[in-house]
């Protein structure tokens, strides 16, 4: 399977924990964007990666939220100190090229609960 | 700036009768537009998008939505409904420069009534 995959798929945690999430793109395209969505809403821009370059950052990724794409690859999303706040389910888009009509692909998401 | 929104919040209708999911938008520039899909426990799916070419986009599934600039809606369409359909629908209108980041609607979820 070629689509996007995320690991991993449920994670519960106690609060003051520490996680990390990990999202594999598609491999040839070279933006990757992070979205938190909670239930009844629409998903939320979190962060966006050009290749191996952050650059955009939503208010709602505060300090205690950090993200990474080494070499431009596989991404990860680490949150420390995690609140009750944070419970969510944390998704992952890859897309190609630089045109606002290139569709992103989604991976299945990550449910993260802090208890 | 950039926004959407899906006018209802839930939708029932009955196996084989049509589908109606209605979204508005509001942006600056001519917008891309999409409508995705997501079923329980499975990542989001596209069904559609517009992207300033033919105003009556045909996707997956028998799904079709028209771009309708004079009225900002973008309402996805089904001839007949089966249950399979049963599932959240997003309408979202795509940042037009930088990042292209999404902005989604609050969902529609859609029940299929036998």
């Known amino acids: 399977d070629t689509g996007v995959s995320q690991n991993p798929r449920h994670k519960i945690t106690k609060r003051g924990q520490n996680v990390t999430f990990r999202c594999d793109p598609i491999?040839?395209?070279?933006?990757l964007y992070w979205y938190r969505q909670t239930l009844g809403q629409g998903p939320e821009f979190l962060t966006y990666?050009?290749?191996?370059?952050?650059?955009?950052k939503s208010r709602l990724l505060s300090d205690r939220f950090s993200a990474e794409r080494p070499k431009g690859s596989f991404s990860t999303l680490e949150i420390q100190r995690t609140e009750q706040g944070d419970s969510a389910m944390y998704l992952c888009?890859?897309?190609?090229?630089?045109?606002?009509?290139?569709?992103?692909?989604f991976g299945p998401g990550t449910r993260l609960t802090v208890t | 700036a950039q926004s959407v929104t899906q006018l209802d919040s839930h939708v029932s209708v009955s196996e084989g009768t049509p589908v109606l999911l209605r979204c508005n938008y509001s942006?600056?520039?001519?917008?891309?537009l999409f409508w995705y899909v997501q079923h329980p426990n499975k990542g989001l799916q596209l069904l559609l998008k517009?992207?300033?070419?033919?105003?009556l986009v045909k996707g997956i599934n028998g799904f079709e939505a028209e771009f309708k600039k004079s009225e900002t809606s973008f309402h996805l369409t089904k001839p007949s409904a089966h249950m399979s359909d049963a599932a959240e629908y997003f309408c979202?209108?795509?940042?037009?420069?930088?990042?292209?980041?999404?902005?989604f609607g609050t969902g529609t979820r859609l029940k299929v009534l036998a």
């Open positions: 517009y992207t300033s070419a033919a105003t």
């Open positions: 888009a890859s897309s190609f090229g630089d045109l606002s009509s290139y569709e992103q692909y």
């Open positions: 491999s040839e395209h070279n933006r």
């Open positions: 942006s600056s520039y001519s917008p891309s």
């Open positions: 990666f050009q290749n191996e370059a952050q650059l955009e």
């Open positions: 979202v209108v795509s940042v037009t420069s930088g990042t292209y980041k999404y902005i």
